[in-house]
């Protein structure tokens, strides 16, 4: 069976560098690799004499160790560095499927992890949001329902991607003890981990407390680093990790020495880049609620405890694919339509980068010469 197209990459591919403001982006505001190399005493003459050799195909050994700072229960042994986010999804999904396997994912979602399950011949059931009123939720007995004995894998993101909903330290629980009680693997997409607004809203990785938890983890999102294109996973599972190691020596076999280089730099320093990053959510969160305030009887959302995306419910007749393209035609402004997510009538927006008040400025003279005639 072959593999869809990837409808997010594709849009991006086409619009994301030729528009000139955008208010969708879901990665947090990047920086130069001088600025990053600053962080770190002597880390631009190390950098300048890094070896472009071959790497660990696990990963260096020092990059895995800085890793673990972000885990309780993850050791060296237990992760792998991948190239960016969408490799690791790839391999566990080849390593860990087999064609008559059922999945569970949490939607709506980032397709790779539907399309290459049902690539494989594998069938993908999806545990859909819900809204109360305005705010996304996932309901734990809808999952219990989606189970058979032949569901292999849970595919989760928390942070959600789009919705921006969190799962709480409760609800992570009850995942949890329903995966165990069915022996289900849960491959948890935590790329935006550390970034929850307030200390009390995060929760630990999935691989850090279920012995059958892949956790997903990047330098793209939270630490607004995607141009070094390095991933990770981190699991006490050493049958998975296995033999997702024999299949990676078939993609990409080791990753960037200079890029394993920097991300050790960001790691060390994340305390200093997160702290930049937040402070630039907490200053584009307020012009969110004020325009959408503004903008009511429009637009509905859920402010959102953690990340740096949301996902906005259009109150008006008009197909959210064609709202979007109107926006970057006559005001060159970049949204991320619903229907990309086959979850229409919505958009995402995002709220983790400097250029926002701009951006949406912009946004709002498209809303109010189209819907305020």
């Known amino acids: 069976m072959k593999i869809k197209p990837f409808k997010l990459e594709r849009y991006y591919t086409l619009y994301e560098f030729t528009a000139e403001y955008s208010i969708c982006n879901s990665d947090c505001e990047a920086m130069t690799t001088n600025d990053l190399l600053a962080l770190e005493e002597g880390a631009k003459e190390k950098f300048l004499n890094q070896w472009l050799g071959y790497t660990e195909t696990k990963g260096n050994p020092e990059l895995r160790r800085d890793i673990t700072a972000i885990y309780d229960n993850i050791s060296p042994e237990d992760l792998m560095v991948f190239t960016g986010a969408q490799e690791p999804i790839y391999v566990f999904s080849q390593a860990v499927l087999e064609a008559g396997d059922e999945v569970i994912v949490q939607a709506p979602c980032y397709q790779s992890v539907q399309s290459v399950p049902e690539s494989m011949g ?24 989606l189970i058979t004995n032949k ?38 997409d935590e790329v935006y981990r550390e970034v929850e607004h307030k200390y009390e809203f995060a929760i630990p990785g999935f691989g850090d407390v279920y012995e059958n938890g892949v956790s997903l983890g990047v330098m793209s999102k939270a630490y607004g680093l995607p141009g070094l294109r390095i991933g990770w996973i981190a699991t006490k599972n ?48 307020p012009l969110y609620d004020a325009f959408f305030e503004k903008y009511a009887d429009l637009f509905s959302w859920y402010r959102p405890n953690a990340g740096p995306i949301a996902f ?35 958009f995402r927006i995002g709220f983790g980068r400097k250029g926002i008040p701009e951006a949406l400025a912009k946004f709002e003279e498209f809303v109010v010469e189209n819907f305020r005639k």
């Open 122 to 145: 594998c069938k993908v059931l999806n545990w859909m949001v819900k809204y109360e009123g305005n705010k996304p939720t996932f309901d734990i007995d809808d999952l219990e329902k």
């Open 151 to 188: 569901t292999k894998v849970l595919y989760l993101n928390t942070p959600h991607n789009p919705t921006g909903f969190h799962f709480s330290a409760a609800e992570q629980k009850a995942v949890i003890d329903l995966a165990r009680r069915h022996n289900i693997v849960i491959f948890s």
């Open 238 to 285: 050493a049958e998975i990790m296995e033999k997702v190691a024999i299949l990676k020596e078939y993609t990409t076999i080791c990753n960037s020495a200079p890029s394993e280089f920097l991300a050790g730099v960001g790691l060390r320093n994340r305390e200093t880049i997160l702290e930049r990053n937040l402070s630039i959510i907490n200053e584009n969160l």
């Open 312 to 346: 906005i419910k259009m109150n008006f007749e008009q197909d959210d694919m064609a709202f979007a393209e109107r926006a970057l035609k006559e005001k060159k402004v970049l949204l991320l339509p619903g229907g990309i997510y086959d979850y229409p009538g919505y």
